[in-house]
C-alpha cells in the first residue's frame, strides 16, 4: 500500500484530482477489495489500530483520501457486529474522534455521509440522522450532510 501511495503521489500535483482518485482507489481497494467483485473477504477490522491503513500513508493528500474511504470499509467491517445502524454510525464518529488532523477528520466526516448514500441499501432519508449519530457535538453534520446530498441525485 506505501509503494501505491508514492506512485499516486508523484502522477501529478497535490491539487490535481488525479492522485487524490489514486490515494482513494488505493485505500479502498486495499480494504474492501472491490476489484475482486465478492471473490474475496474484506481487511479485518482490528480495534487496537482502527485507523489503519491511513495511519502508513505518507503525503497529505493519501491521508485525507484514506480517510474518506475509511468509512466505506468500516461499515462493511462492522455492521456484522452491531445491533443497529444507529449503533454502527455512533462506532464511526467514536473512531473519526480518533484523528487529531483537522482536515483529515473532515475528509473521513465527508466519507461517512458517503457510506450512508452509497450503502446497502441506501439510506438517503436517514442522512442528517446518521449523521447525527456519528457526531453527537454536531459540529461535523453539515460536511457529512454535504457529501451525502451532493450524491444524492447521482444514486438511482
Given at each position: ?125 436517514l442522512l442528517g440522522r ?27
Amino acid at each position: 500500500l506505501q509503494a501505491a501511495y508514492r506512485e499516486c503521489d508523484v502522477i501529478s500535483g497535490e491539487d490535481d484530482v488525479t492522485p487524490q482518485s489514486c490515494h482513494g482507489g488505493a485505500s479502498m481497494e486495499f480494504n474492501t477489495h472491490t476489484v475482486l467483485d465478492g471473490q474475496a473477504s474484506i481487511a479485518m477490522f482490528n480495534e487496537r489500530e482502527p485507523l489503519a491503513p491511513c495511519t502508513i500513508a505518507g503525503s497529505v493528500q493519501a491521508k485525507r483520501s484514506c480517510a474518506f474511504w475509511q468509512p466505506v470499509w468500516w461499515r462493511r467491517a462492522l455492521l456484522p457486529y452491531v445491533s443497529s445502524y444507529e449503533t454502527l454510525y455512533k462506532k464511526m464518529g467514536e473512531l473519526w474522534d480518533r484523528y487529531t488532523d483537522d482536515s483529515i477528520r473532515t475528509e473521513c466526516f465527508r466519507g461517512i455521509g458517503y457510506t450512508v448514500i452509497v450503502g446497502e441499501p441506501p439510506r438517503q432519508e436517514l442522512l442528517g440522522r446518521y449523521c447525527d449519530y456519528a457526531n453527537a457535538a454536531k459540529d461535523m453534520k453539515t460536511e457529512c450532510v454535504a457529501s451525502g446530498e451532493y450524491l444524492r441525485p447521482r444514486i438511482p
